[in-house]
């Protein structure tokens, strides 16, 4: 077999490494799509549960319950809570220190002051601080930018819809909030359950917090145990919508397009940007002139009746142009 005189031959070599380098770095990326992990839904399907103000005898004993309503939402190290007082500013803001070990559909997630820990012997996910941050009389919790409840004579604004609040003569003593499960499968949360109202997603019950080491208690609906018969719809009959154009993620232009499309043919899509509600749009679609500052806006695909159960998004900055 012929050698090769690398001394004599610096082109031939330079090639080599070159490929070699190239097969290399195509390794590395290969193996990198393999190993990342997955970066979407991994705590966007959750949505405020419980939320207890403490009592008279005990007010600084409060917590915040989330839940999810799909598996794999247990990423949540650095997400947060954000409490708000009635007239919609901010109180506090409680982050998780670590991903919880519970991803399972259902599986809940509690935040807690010390004193709520002890008054009803659990140990929470994340802290909740300062205590007393949540009036009876109003206020609000939200989860992230993603779902927010509030209560009593709460009359500010929030990041993501409210609607009316709930118990709007003021939580009662002793009482929490609870978001009601009648909406689609009536033994388990969805996202049926969440209508954007307050006054009709929640009503007071007596506190029972379930920290994520409380397996969940929600069970699958029967073929027939859904409200109004029939089986529920799995998210795998429900579209998918995928976004195909979108602005920067900080631009100057304030009427932005975006595209979008989805795996259902025949698939009607519904826009909303903001606070604002969802309504009928297609591709493209065009805002309004926008006002400056950050907007979210979030689309989904409907096909049948059926809506995607995890919308497109996709957050933006619109600033002065230059």
Known sequence: MRRLNLKRAPAVTQAMGGRRFLCALASTVALGM??????????HLIQVREVYPGSAANPGAEFVELQMWKGGQNFVAGHFVRTYNAGGGVVATSAFPANV??????STLVLATAAATEQFGITADAALAPDEQLSPGGGAVCWEEIDCVAWGNFSGSLPSPAGSPVASGGIPDGMAI???????CPTLLDSADDSDSSAADFEAASPFPRPNSAPPSETPCASTG?????????DEDRPQTSLRRKPPKRTSDRTPTFRFGSNAADAKF?????????????????????TLG???FRVRAVDHGLADSTPASYRFRVAQPG
Not at 101 to 106: E, F, L, V
Request: proline residues 9%; hydrophobic residues 30%; aromatic residues 6%.
């Open 178 to 184: 609870r978001r009601s499960l009648a909406r689609g």
């Open 101 to 106: 070990a519970n991803g399972a559909s259902q």
């Open 34 to 43: 393999l190993l990342a992990p997955a970066v979407s839904a991994t705590f």
């Open 226 to 234: 859904q409200a109004g018969g029939g089986e529920p719809a799995h």
């Open 294 to 296: 950050s907007h979210l």
């Open 270 to 290: 519904e826009c909303k940007l903001d606070r604002k509600p969802y309504r009928r749009c297609r591709s493209p679609f065009t805002t309004k002139p926008l």
